[in-house]
């Protein structure tokens, strides 16, 4: 499988792997590839840099998917960037039987906490909207670039968290006494009356109220929440998406690579292989190139300073020196991942751009180098 | 602000970005604590697969373990933290243990926002209380500000309780003079940007925190002359697309990118943040790795004993 054909017979690609090793941008050079050979095309990323963001166009609120414009495109080139709380609120209007249930929990103290900025919804969300935009059909292809995430279980796991939460038993448990509306601390038995009582010491009286009310709302959402996780995974699962590892290579970042090979393996997720970023890709020393350099430097030197020739031939030597240890230490980390993955994989080395990637020139520039070679 | 005062601080906060090697400035801030004569515990917070494991060869659980003089390690996984937490709140361990082992209170947990933060920070202020620096290698940037909201959070909507008090504990903690912020930066303009949006996420949590010393890792400090940049550039143009010397080309080009990149984090980082700039040079901490992570973190710290970081006032 190489990389073009990936972007003509999928539909979803979602680029996974560790933080700093340019998912953001790889992602968005894949989706701008694809709209070049004519598909329509979202890239849905989460927080993009500012200046890459900005050259798009994109807008930071509001979901607002944002139109790319291009010269040279045959097809279109769309990008958006998340908004959690956004995301969660129309989710919670979509799954709600009707207005009251979501009024009462979009009004919900502990609601507007969870949706705005308690860490691990953003996972839960990115799977959210993406139900949404690929599930809608108005794209050919959806990439998504996913959040940096704590461990990279979250991401995967994501859509089942919810739906755990809202376990309807547990549920049913726990509220026993607010739907019998008897008044908290009242009347509550056995192990539940000791429980409660030190929930309400711990948490305090009116956040456990607060919380129970979250609670008494949710549970109206449950069965909604458990189809769009079902959804989710079976979209994650189809033989229309694809998994791309991103990774850079060094030690960390492979490691948290090979783990997303593992896992997607284990979860029956499709995955055609591994982009390594980053590469310093530099050849051999030769003594010929320093003769040649050394004899164009001098002929061009005469108005510098004496030593300057020999400083810089000097300070290039070593320099690339230092670069052919570096790319052979990253070749190891490189071969860590061709021995770990399937015949039916690839790896897809890219190397470090001397520039940063921060707008569309240079992101077709990553492109070029994407689809350049495979290993 | 110096690498002693790092040295002589009681809790020091290491964040940044994802890759940036603050775990390993972490385990080597750590070692070189330890060698001067302080009691000192690296924590990391939560962590399926802990980095540290790798860096001392020995895995690190809730409970210290001891990795050398002065040094122990420790993983502050939330359910530990909580029945820790729940014995000191709880005095009756018969209740503890029922609270721990019933389902619903589990879910309770699990579903109510900011308890394992909450459990979490709990334990870091104890340690803090038994050992004279606590190095706690934080979640990555957005994650780390999560974290230092919660206790904020906590005061908003308790009104009184046990979760109040504790969390009133931390603020006050976090705002310590002998709390220090450390955020791990790399000369790459990205990096940089992310960098200074961190710390404005987390001043506007805590206004106390002081400001952070941002260790730049593998920075280049610029020795280039201006005669040999011009000598390059001239290279450059005439040769650039030449076969035989087009890789030292690349080098030295690289060479000078990463030279003016470190000019111009230093310059951005010391006037928008106010900041100290600490620099790492790429020699004393490279993502390469060659020598194993270990081997990484003693030549790092070893580095730092012998103070080969650069010092800028800002």
Redesign the interface.
């Given at each position: 499988m190489n990389l073009s054909s990936l972007l003509e017979n999928r539909d979803l690609l979602i680029c996974v792997g560790?933080?700093?090793?340019g998912k953001t941008t790889t992602a968005a050079a894949l989706a701008l590839r694809a709209a070049q050979d004519g598909r329509k095309v979202l890239v849905l990323t989460i927080?993009p840099?500012?200046?890459l963001a900005n050259s798009l166009g994109m807008k930071r609120f509001g979901n607002e998917e944002t139109r790319i414009e291009l010269e040279d495109a045959k097809g279109e080139l769309w990008a958006m960037m998340l908004d959690n709380r956004r995301t969660f609120d129309d989710l919670i209007d979509r799954v709600s039987p009707n207005e009251t249930t979501r009024d009462r929990v979009l009004g919900n103290?502990?609601y507007r906490?969870?949706s705005g900025?308690?860490?691990g919804s953003?996972d839960y969300m990115a799977t959210e909207k993406l139900h949404d935009v690929a599930l809608s059909k108005r794209y050919d292809l959806v990439v998504l670039d996913t959040p940096?995430v704590?461990?990279a279980?979250d991401f995967l796991e994501a859509p089942g968290r919810l739906a755990?939460?809202l376990?309807r038993r547990?549920m049913k448990?726990?509220l026993t006494p607010y739907d019998e509306k008897r008044v908290f601390g009242r009347l509550l038995m056995g192990?539940?009356a000791?429980?409660f009582r030190?929930?309400a010491?711990?948490?305090?009286r009116?956040?456990l109220a607060?919380?129970s009310e979250f609670?008494m709302a949710f549970r109206d959402l449950y069965d909604g929440f458990r189809q769009r996780h079902e959804a989710v995974l079976q979209l994650f699962q189809d033989g229309r998406t694809a998994f791309v590892v991103v990774c850079?290579p060094?030690?960390?970042?492979v490691?948290v690579a090979t783990?997303f090979l593992d896992e997607l393996q284990t979860r029956k997720m499709p995955n055609p292989g591994v982009i390594v970023n980053q590469c310093h890709l530099?050849?051999e020393e030769?003594s010929?190139?320093?003769a040649?350099?050394e004899t164009?430097?001098r002929s061009?030197?005469e108005d510098?300073?004496t030593n300057?020739?020999d400083?810089?031939l000097a300070?290039?030597?070593a320099?690339?020196h230092?670069?052919i240890?570096?790319s052979r230490?990253?070749m190891v980390f490189v071969d860590q991942i061709k021995d770990k993955i399937r015949s039916d994989q690839a790896v897809w080395p890219v190397p470090r751009l001397?520039?940063?990637v921060?707008d569309v020139a240079s992101l077709k520039t990553l492109g070029q180098h994407l689809f350049h070679k495979t290993m | 602000m110096t690498v002693q005062s790092l040295v002589d601080s009681r809790l020091l906060l290491i964040t940044g970005k994802g890759g940036t090697g603050k775990s390993t400035l972490s385990a080597a801030l750590g070692r070189h604590i330890a060698n001067q004569d302080r009691s000192t515990i690296i924590v990391e917070v939560d962590s399926h697969r802990p980095s540290l494991t790798e860096m001392f060869g020995v895995q690190p659980t809730y409970e210290p373990v001891n990795v050398g003089r002065n040094l122990d390690i420790c993983n502050v996984t939330w359910k530990e933290a909580l029945t820790e937490w729940l014995e000191r709140t709880v005095p009756v361990q018969r209740i503890v243990r029922l609270i721990m082992g019933n389902r619903i209170v589990q879910v309770f947990i699990n579903a109510t926002p900011g308890v394992r933060e909450t459990v979490i920070l709990s334990r870091i202020a104890t340690l803090c209380e038994m050992y004279d620096t606590v190095v706690v290698d934080m979640p990555a940037s957005g994650h780390a500000v999560s974290l230092v909201r919660v206790p904020h959070i906590a005061l908003d909507l308790m009104a009184s309780g046990p979760i109040r008090e504790r969390s009133e504990q931390v603020i006050a903690l976090f705002g310590e003079p002998t709390t220090n912020l450390v955020i791990v930066c790399l000369p790459e303009e990205m990096i940089v940007n992310e960098t200074i949006e961190l710390w404005t996420n987390l001043k506007e949590v805590q206004s106390s925190l002081r400001i952070p010393n941002i260790v730049l890792n593998r920075s280049v400090v610029p020795s280039m002359t201006d005669d040999e940049r011009q000598l390059l550039e001239r290279l450059n143009s005439k040769m650039g697309d030449d076969e035989a010397v087009r890789d030292l080309l690349l080098a030295g080009r690289w060479e000078a990118e990463l030279e003016s990149a470190t000019a111009t984090a230093n310059e951005r980082l010391s006037t928008e943040l106010n900041a100290d700039v600490i620099h790492i040079s790429r020699l004393g901490a490279l993502g390469g790795m060659q020598g194993g992570a270990k081997e990484v973190v003693r030549q790092f710290a070893a580095a730092i004993a012998r103070k080969a970081l650069v010092e800028v006032k800002s």
């Open positions: 560790s933080g700093g090793v927080d840099a500012k200046r103290r502990i906490i969870i900025s308690i860490s953003q940096p704590k461990n279980l755990r939460f376990d547990i448990w726990f192990t539940s000791v429980v030190l929930l010491y711990i948490f305090g009116d956040f607060d919380l609670f850079a060094t030690e960390p970042s490691k783990y530099v050849g030769t010929d190139g320093r040649v350099l164009e430097a061009m030197s510098l300073g300057t020739v400083r810089l300070r290039l030597g320099a690339h230092r670069l240890e570096l230490t990253e001397e520039h940063e921060n | -």
